[in-house]
């Protein structure tokens, strides 16, 4: 849009002094009798704004140009009225460096693109450990795009990140060991009476789904070590659990998960991001159930905990599966031939989840009787 704005006014401004310039022909080929009575019919309606001090609008850059160039063919500081002598000077000044700067523009070798630029940057964010003859050699292997690696490394971010070449990112960590990885977390629920009641919540990365979960009015650490016996046994082939150095998470629990064959992977400090699927599955637990429901003390909270999680795990859709289901025994329909349209002999049966705040949706095969009546129908 400023692109096109800009556009625009340049090509007013350039009709507007083709349009002068065809003035200054006609006027040329007057006599000049004619031409200095019309300067002096000017000049006394110009006094008159003069004497009643009326301030002009402000020139555009057409009216400047005009006034610069015909300041070359008289002398012009004693007719001059609507503005100062500098500022028509400076206005000369103005144009000139216009002029320079389209003369001396560059002629050599074109910029590299802006979507070149900006797809170095991403290749380099995304790998800290490639340098800059590595990602000329991406490029030209595999795009077909042939750089130099100086070029590379000139667009490429500069900075502390890139310094370290030999480090990996949480993210990329957590996605190498995910089928070993399950996290943990703990969050506050209010009840109708203003207490607080601690969920502790446990999940697989790999598959999203909620292996473990349980509240309690008291967290200690003897209650933590109990719920975590529970859901790792220690032929689940989980290696590494990642939890919060919260000092519920005692020397206790750490030796017991230990013991269990667990790795514990301690988050750093004030970097919720180190957990983040455990903080996305608690907004998510927040934002589609606990948000609409006021529990009324602990027994509640668990009943409505227990009936989000089975909701959670073997019928919510989830994004980052694909779309997919954490539970694996989910039986997935296939995909219609007609679009648009539910298959011959099937309904669509719906059954509300938590008193109506979800529904679940599946394909529900019609008896012979009831295909029959319908039919008729």
């Known amino acids: 849009m400023r692109m096109l704005s800009r556009s625009r006014d340049l090509l007013r401004c350039m009709v507007s002094v083709f349009l002068d310039a065809l003035i200054f022909f006609c006027f040329s080929l007057r006599s000049s009798s004619a031409l200095a009575a019309e300067n002096l019919f000017l000049r006394k309606q110009l006094g008159l704004y003069v004497e009643r ?3 002009p609008r402000r020139a555009p850059d057409s009216v400047r140009f005009t006034l610069a160039q015909l300041s070359r063919f008289f002398e012009w500081r004693s007719v001059l009225t609507v503005v100062k002598p500098d500022t028509l000077i400076r206005w000369h000044r103005k144009g000139f460096r216009l002029f320079w700067k389209w003369k001396s523009r560059s002629n050599g070798r074109p910029r590299v ?4 630029r900006k797809l170095i940057v991403h290749m380099a964010s995304n790998n800290p450990t490639w340098g800059e003859e590595r990602i000329a050699n991406e490029l030209l292997l595999k795009i077909g795009i042939q750089i130099s690696p100086r070029t590379v490394g000139r667009y490429m971010p500069h900075g502390p990140a890139r310094r370290k070449v030999h480090s990996q990112r949480w993210m990329t960590f957590v996605r ?4 070993a990885i399950i996290a943990a977390d703990f969050f506050v629920v209010v009840t109708a009476t203003f207490r607080f009641v601690w969920v502790l919540v446990v999940m697989e990365i790999e598959t999203r789904r909620i292996v473990h979960l349980n509240v309690t009015r008291h967290p200690t650490a003897e209650w933590t070590v109990q719920q975590f016996r529970e859901c790792v046994i220690g032929d689940e082939g989980y290696k ?10 005692s020397d206790e629990v750490d030796s017991s998960l230990r013991a269990s064959g667990l790795r514990v992977l301690k988050t750093p400090y004030r970097a919720p991001q180190a957990n983040a699927f455990c903080e996305r599955l608690i907004g998510s637990a927040r934002r589609e159930c606990l948000d609409f429901m006021i529990p009324t003390n602990e027994d509640h909270v668990r009943w409505i905990m227990k009936q989000w999680v089975v909701h959670y795990n073997t019928s919510r859709p989830h994004s980052s599966l694909g779309p997919g289901i954490p539970d694996a025994n989910f039986p997935k329909p296939q995909l219609q031939s007609k679009r648009h349209r539910v298959p011959k002999n099937h309904r669509v049966a719906v059954m509300p ?4 705040l979800h529904h679940e949706y599946r394909l529900q095969e019609i008896a012979a009787r009831e295909s029959l009546s319908q039919d008729r129908i």
């Open 53 to 55: 001090k009326k301030k």
């Open 113 to 116: 693109p802006i979507d070149l």
């Open 176 to 179: 190498n060991h995910a089928k």
């Open 240 to 249: 590494f659990i990642i939890h919060d150095r919260d000092s519920i998470y």
């Open 353 to 356: 989840i938590l008193g109506g």
